[in-house]
Structures are given as C-alpha cells and as structure tokens.
C-alpha cells in the first residue's frame, strides 16, 4: 500500500505484484472474463449518495486546482515503482501531491489476473477500492452487475480531445462508466533489415510471405480481428447479431489459410509467437503494445511498427481501453472524479506516453517514441472492444473456426456460417 501523502501503510493481506512488461502486458482472453457467480446482475449502476464531507463537484467534472480534501483507495496491476507503468503512476502521483496536497491517495498493487475478480467480489458487498484502473475487458459486465458509478459528467468535457476509439471503448448503454486514459490494439511489428517496406495490403503481405520473408500469425480470433474488417466483414450488428456469414469473415479466412500455404508459420502459443520474432525466427508478427519493450530489446533501432494490412477496408483491430473505474458504492464519488478527471488530464498522460510507453487517449499528447507512435496510428483505425454481452460468445466459436480452416482446411464459408449460427444460438438471436 502505498500513499501520495506518505501516509502509513493500511494493514492488508500481501499480494504479489503483477508481472507486467514496460508497456503493460495485458492478457487478452480465449473467453469472455466472467463476473463473480455472487454479483447479481442488473441493468444499471446504482448512484451512488456521496458523503456529506466530499467536496462538491460541478455538473461537467474537469481538472481543477480549486482546493479538495479527502482520502481515496485506489487499486492498479503496474506492480509498484518496480515497472515502467509502476514508475509512471508514481511520478504522475507526485505531480498531483503538488496541486492537491490536501489529498490522500492510498494505492494498492492487484496482481492483474485478480484485479477483477477481487473488485467485483468486494465491491458487489458495498466494499472495495473507490477507484481502479485496468483495460475495458469487462466494462460491461460490471456495468449489468450494478458496479461502477455513471461517469458521464466527468468524460463529456474531455470529448473534444478525446481519441474517438477511447471514448467508444468507455460506454455501455450510451453512457460513461469508465475515464479513458490510454489504447492498446495489434499492430505490425517487423525487422527493418528484413522488411524494408511494410506492407500495406493484404496481398503486399501474401507477397512477402512468397518472397521468403518469415511471418508470423498467432492463431487466435483476437488477433485476427482486424481481418474480419480489412475483408469486409463484421461479427456483429449493433443488436448483437451475429452477422459473419454475410459477408468478408470467410474471405479473410481462406487467406490466412492461403498465408500459412505460402509459407507462414502459425502459432496457438502465444508465448512461442513471441519467442519467434525475438530470437530472429521471424520477421514480421502482428502482436501489441504489450511486447514493445522485449521487441525493442531483440532489435533496438531495427524495430518497426506499422498498422496491419487492409484489403477492401482498413485492417480495425479490436482495440482495447484501459481507464479509471470508480465504484458504485465509493462514500467519495465526488471527489474520486475529480481526481480520474487530473489522472487522465494532459500532464498525466504525457507522463505515461514519455515514461511507460503508453498510447494515449488525448489527442493532444508529444509522442517521440516512434514504436509509440505507430500504435497511436494503428489504433487510429481500431475497432472498440464490444461492450456487450453477446461478444462472450464470439470467443469460442470463431477461434475454433480459424483452427479448423487453418489445421484442418475445413472450407471457411461453412465454419463461419456454423461460428455465427452457434453464436447466435448462445445469444438467443
């Protein structure tokens, strides 16, 4: 536990911090991260009825430098000052100490494949943190479960500046229910010594793999995301029908399959994908933020990163949000989003792009990392990461149809008409 005021340490039970890279390695999942089986579900967060001794907060919440006072218990998974993002969250605490010392920040380091777990349990209770922040991998469960406070007062101010992908990624229902503070999505990474160019289509890409040059796919429906949208296709309508078999998804299949003919290598491990195109048994991967730091290392100044390849439409890859969550049942709301409004204002966000290689949501951010900036491009394109309960379904069914074309040459019109039509039937469309 740590304070922004030094304050003395509250007694908790010792958790491990999570193993995170320079850039915050965050776990996408095969499935759909479930809510805890003791959360009731429900169609909107309650409001919660700030304390009589939380400061006031104007209606359209911004930073502010008008005196507050108070005390929050802020949960993260950066690991503590042990990380780039841990440093970052540090630095950015005493910058706020400076502007707000009459506020007490108490953080606590969540291991991260605990974080949700761990908040909707306590939260779902009336306890936990006042705040968290983590990606938007399950805004909206804890939104139906009746978790997290409206934050739509504190995000409308900040549209305007906002990357739009970012503020998608933010809303359930049309409202805000978390504060957007940075992206992260697929992106081509490749040697420079090998790639000169990066290629820009699909069929540049199918090229190089013909020319020799050694590709690597990780062989899983998030990664391939962007593909279903570069061929033209769509998973879902906005009513969460699944709409794959109309059109573009079975396109995109047949050419990953015709990649892997050509001579692509295609991995179901990720940790083996990664291990690949660090030791140099590739050339070019699509991969995320996430391994920047372990690829800058494999290949310094060789390194580049460039958006994955369109086709009939840009390459969309499924783009996550990491941002502040703020409980339903804090007794500081109030204060808590005056202190989200200045953890993700201008001066914050620079610090995390300069120290822990983030990608920001403000578009107002100095990048001079060019690695940065080329994901700040590729998520430029990206596609928000469906808040809705039907995409828990999408995981299963569509990854196993990309294995039974890619392993099985199964035809790709037939394995996604059957993908579709089960996920439909899980979702009762």
Not at 154 to 172: I, N
Not at 288 to 303: E, H, Q
Not at 341 to 349: G, P
Request: charged share 15%.
């Amino acid at each position: 536990m740590r304070s922004m005021k030094l304050a003395t340490a509250l007694a908790t039970i010792a958790l491990v911090a999570a193993a995170c890279s320079s850039t915050a390695a965050t776990p996408v999942p095969s499935a759909a991260p479930s809510v805890a089986p003791s959360v009731a579900p429900s169609v909107e967060a309650p409001s919660a009825a700030p304390s009589a001794e939380a400061p006031s907060v104007a209606p359209s919440v911004a930073p502010t430098e008008a005196p507050l006072a108070g005390e929050l218990t802020v949960w993260n998974a950066y690991g503590s000052g042990g990380t780039a993002e841990g440093k970052a969250f540090e630095q950015i605490l005493a910058e706020y100490a400076k502007v707000q010392p009459g506020v007490t920040i108490n953080v606590l380091d969540v291991p991260f494949d605990q974080l949700y777990t761990k908040f909707e349990t306590e939260a779902a209770s009336g306890g936990g943190p006042d705040m968290y922040i983590a990606p938007n991998d399950n805004l909206g469960n804890e939104v139906r479960a009746g978790l997290l406070a409206d934050v739509t007062d504190v995000v409308t101010p900040m549209e305007a500046d906002t990357v739009q992908v970012a503020l998608d990624g933010s809303k359930v229902d049309g409202k805000y229910y978390m504060v957007p503070e940075s992206l992260k999505a697929v992106a081509m990474f490749y040697n420079k010594d090998k790639v000169a160019t990066p290629p820009a289509t699909a069929d540049e890409l199918l090229a190089l793999v013909k020319s020799g040059v050694k590709v690597g796919v990780n062989q899983g429906a998030y990664h391939n995301w962007g593909y279903w949208y570069g061929f033209g296709g769509q998973i879902m309508d906005d009513t969460g029908k699944c709409v794959a078999d109309q059109a573009g998804v079975a396109d995109a299949m047949a050419y990953l399959k015709a990649l892997k003919d050509a001579g692509a290598t295609f991995y179901p491990d990720g940790a083996k994908f990664q291990d690949a195109f660090k030791t140099g048994k590739l050339d070019l991967i699509i991969e995320g933020p996430w391994f920047s730091g372990d690829a800058k290392a494999a290949y310094g100044d060789k390194l580049g990163v460039a958006p994955g390849p369109k086709q009939t439409a840009d390459f969309k890859p499924m783009t996550g949000v990491d941002g502040w969550y703020l409980n339903a049942s804090s007794k500081n709301l109030d204060l808590a989003k005056a202190v989200a409004a200045w953890l993700v204002s201008q001066q914050a966000q620079q610090i995390y792009v300069d120290v822990a290689g983030h990608v920001p949501g403000n578009k107002n951010i100095s990048i001079a990392d060019p690695i940065v900036q080329g994901f700040s491009t590729a998520v430029a394109t990206g596609f928000a990461r469906p808040q809705i309960v039907e995409l828990n379904n999408y995981w299963g069914n569509f990854g196993d149809a990309l294995n039974k074309v890619i392993d099985a040459g199964a035809d790709p019109v037939a394995a996604v008409a059957t993908a579709c039509s089960e996920m439909n039937k899980a979702n009762g469309k």
